[in-house]
């Protein structure tokens, strides 16, 4: 039972915008920075995304993040057939004192 | 840079304990990070089990903590899970990671950066 909420499924066509909502509470996202995974089926998770908006190197300014209040979200422009994945939110919850994540959203490129 | 190596029993049956190990390389694990446990049953999301820190200190998801303990072998440069009593529920691939968390004023920095590749798990008779 994940603690975040995330849409199932986002589409698009190649070269458009996604955006990927992460919802969460003021124990988690609303205290604490979030991050994002990508994750190929078959493949370990993939980071995207940390402290709410940061891009580790290698990842392209195409992924963006942005937080307000106790939501989320994560966005894809330029929408590639390689970004279909799944996409994953996580943060720290205080009141759990644990790791959690959000129940995960699958990008379909049209 | 650090890698994660995951190893483990691939089959086992239902009631018994599940040891994992993650062995990790191009860095010691002595260093100031949170070791962490991740899975992911099949077709679904992926579910935190635990982490475990240099100094020792533990944290558990609330739901496996009766079955789960995390522990450090300083000698071999790797850390392992154990779940006991495992059921057909817990068939899963398992992940290792290496987490960092950083609390500025009441806010947490937390991310879990370097993951392993996985290790499957299959629970059955």
């Known amino acids: 039972q994940s603690v975040l909420t995330q849409p199932p499924s986002v589409s698009a066509a190649p070269r458009q915008k996604v955006t990927i909502s992460c919802s969460g509470s003021?124990?988690?996202?609303?205290?604490?920075?979030v991050y994002w995974y990508q994750q190929v089926p078959g493949t370990a998770p993939k980071l995207l995304i940390y402290?709410?908006?940061k891009r580790p190197s290698g990842i392209p300014d195409r992924f963006s993040g942005s937080k307000s209040g106790t939501s989320a979200t994560l966005g894809i422009t330029g929408l590639q057939t390689g970004d279909e994945a799944d996409y994953y939110c996580g943060t720290w919850d205080n009141s759990l004192s644990t790791g959690v994540f959000g129940t995960g959203t699958k990008v379909f490129v049209l | 840079q650090v890698q994660l190596q995951e190893s483990g029993p691939g089959l086992m049956e239902p009631s018994g304990t599940l040891s994992l190990s993650c062995a990790v390389s191009?860095?010691?694990?002595?260093?100031?990070?949170?070791w962490t446990w991740v899975r992911q049953s099949p077709g679904k999301g992926l579910e935190w089990i635990g982490e475990?820190?240099?100094?020792?200190?533990?944290n558990y998801n609330p739901s496996l903590k009766s079955r789960v303990t995390i522990s450090m072998d300083r000698s071999k440069n790797q850390f392992s899970l154990k779940l006991t009593s495992v059921t057909a529920a817990d068939t899963a691939v398992y992940y290792c990671?290496?987490?960092?968390?950083?609390?500025?004023?009441?806010?947490?920095?937390?991310?879990?950066?370097?993951w392993g590749q996985g290790t499957t798990v299959i629970v059955s008779s």
């Open positions: 990671a290496r987490g960092t968390r950083t609390l500025v004023a009441t806010v947490y920095y937390y991310v879990l950066d370097v």
């Open positions: 402290d709410d908006n």
């Open positions: 003021s124990s988690n996202i609303g205290n604490n920075h």
């Open positions: 191009g860095g010691s694990i002595f260093n100031t990070y949170w």
């Open positions: 475990v820190y240099h100094s020792g200190n533990t």
